[in-house]
């Protein structure tokens, strides 16, 4: 840590001949790489990091995945955040923020800032009456997949409410475990909000191939001592319950700080990532964006958005108007581990997208494409990475496709280009 950013720290304090004091609320992925990219940036004033968790930062795609089983032990981020020069402030709740003073309020006391960076992330969604509820998880947090670890061990009999991304997911590693697996899904199919059911229709097959049972229809109606009841009256004996059903952005603590948030509490950001409130950015999947490219606010609750959204803030934040930044108007991105498969999907599809198989759902690699009057939109691709990689760059192009050659697997889809 440089003089200054000690002197900082001590006397929370700012020396108006130094550079602006950078603090980041949230300390997940897009938190970690804002302050890693300022650095990449030159940005040489004070970094902190603030963190509700007491954990290093660590990354949570693992958690449904390696961890979850054992295979690994944790995925604490591979960062020297001291030799970076980045304040680590762990076990530290941000719990407001009074903007016009440029002020946060924290557990641990108010921390002045100059740029402040939200990068609170999201929380999953709670199934209604179970907070607290023995033997009732969810999975975001290391914390959670260490609970859910002993379970998995025992062989455990669990019922997974919701077969959207982590529910497919967890039921995957709970079926790998020898566990007794049930997946209750109240839409009719799996992954409703953000597949279309002809595509959704051999991924349900995945459930059953892997020894799950998938209901569909069901609702909860409430979770008794080792069961849970569904409305129709049927009762599914569970050792565990785990639910995914969605998740929304961590804002609740920006409630009156007159930054503005948008649908489900997103904060409402720029295509340079600022807030509604001078000097306040935020990145991940707190914050939703213009995206020209789709002509619509994106909020994004993937990886990939995590990792890119910062570059474009602390680019802002190090260039200070002195630079020419492009806009963040990235071709979303997101990978999925289920059931044996890698399930990729990139770009973003409107219901009224012509939709274009390559390949037959029935075989173990099958592609799906998106185009908007022939413009490539959208690819999903299960375990055909090549697809995927062709269609990311295309879709970054605005590339039109000949739609009988990009229905035709055999032919690479970088050759399916209109001519
Ligand atoms: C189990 C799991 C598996 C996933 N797998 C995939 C995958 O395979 N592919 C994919 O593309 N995406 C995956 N994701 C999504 C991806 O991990 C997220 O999009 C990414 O973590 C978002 O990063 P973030 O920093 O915006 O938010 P988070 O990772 O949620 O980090 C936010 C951090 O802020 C902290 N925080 C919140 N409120 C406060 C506060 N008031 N004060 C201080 N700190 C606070 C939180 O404790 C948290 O550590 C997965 C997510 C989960 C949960």
């Known amino acids: 840590m440089s003089e200054q950013q000690q002197r900082t720290e001590r006397t929370g304090r700012h020396d108006e001949r130094t550079e602006r004091r950078v603090v980041i609320a949230g300390a997940g992925m897009a938190g970690v790489q804002t302050a890693v990219a300022l650095r990449e940036q030159g940005f040489a004033g004070p ?46 709740e941000v719990t407001g923020v009074r903007a016009g003073a440029h002020e946060l309020d924290t557990s641990a006391g108010p921390v002045p800032y ?26 975001r947090t290391l914390d959670d997949a260490a609970r859910l670890r002993p379970v998995l061990e025992a062989g455990h009999t669990v019922v997974v409410v919701g077969a959207g991304w982590i529910g497919a997911e967890f039921a995957t590693a709970a079926r ?57 009256g049927r009762t599914l004996p569970a050792d565990a319950v785990v639910v995914g059903i969605g998740a929304r952005p961590a804002t609740g603590w920006l409630a009156g700080s007159g930054i503005a948030l948008g649908p489900e509490g997103a904060v409402t950001a720029d295509a340079a990532l600022r807030t509604s409130q001078p000097d306040v950015y935020a990145v991940g999947d707190c914050a939703s ?32 108007g002195a ?69 990311r760059r295309l879709i970054e192009a605005g590339a039109r496709l000949d739609a009988e050659r990009a229905g035709d697997p055999s032919v690479p889809l970088k050759s399916a280009v209109a001519s």
């Open 47 to 92: 970094v902190t990091l603030i963190g509700a968790e007491p954990h290093q930062p660590y990354d949570r795609p693992p958690l449904s995945k390696a961890v979850l089983l054992g295979k690994a032990e944790e995925s604490a981020f591979d960062i020297d955040f001291d030799g970076l020069g980045i304040a680590l402030r762990l076990g530290c």
């Open 114 to 139: 100059d740029v402040l960076v939200l990068a609170t992330g999201a929380e999953p969604v709670a199934l209604p009456g179970t907070d607290g509820v023995p033997g009732v998880h969810l999975l």
């Open 176 to 232: 790998a475990a020898g566990c007794a697996v049930t997946v209750v899904e109240a839409a009719d199919r799996p992954l409703a909000g953000s597949l279309p059911a002809e595509v959704t229709a051999p991924m349900a097959d995945w459930y059953e191939q892997s020894g799950a049972r998938l209901l569909t229809g069901a609702r909860v109606a409430r979770i008794e001592p080792g069961a849970v009841v569904l409305a129709d």
């Open 289 to 320: 964006f213009p995206s020209a490219r789709y002509g619509s606010r994106l909020v994004v609750h993937h990886w990939d958005n995590a990792l890119q959204g910062p570059r474009t803030a602390a680019a802002h934040i190090a260039a200070q």
């Open 323 to 391: 630079a020419e930044v492009p806009p963040y108007d990235p071709v979303p991105y997101f990978w999925s581990e289920q059931f044996d498969r890698f399930v990729q999907y990139a770009g973003h599809h409107a219901d009224a997208d012509t939709l274009l198989w390559r390949g037959d759902p029935a075989d173990p690699a099958w592609s799906v494409c998106w185009l908007r009057d022939g413009v490539l939109a959208a690819v999903l691709a299960v375990g055909r990475p090549r697809d995927l990689a062709q269609g």
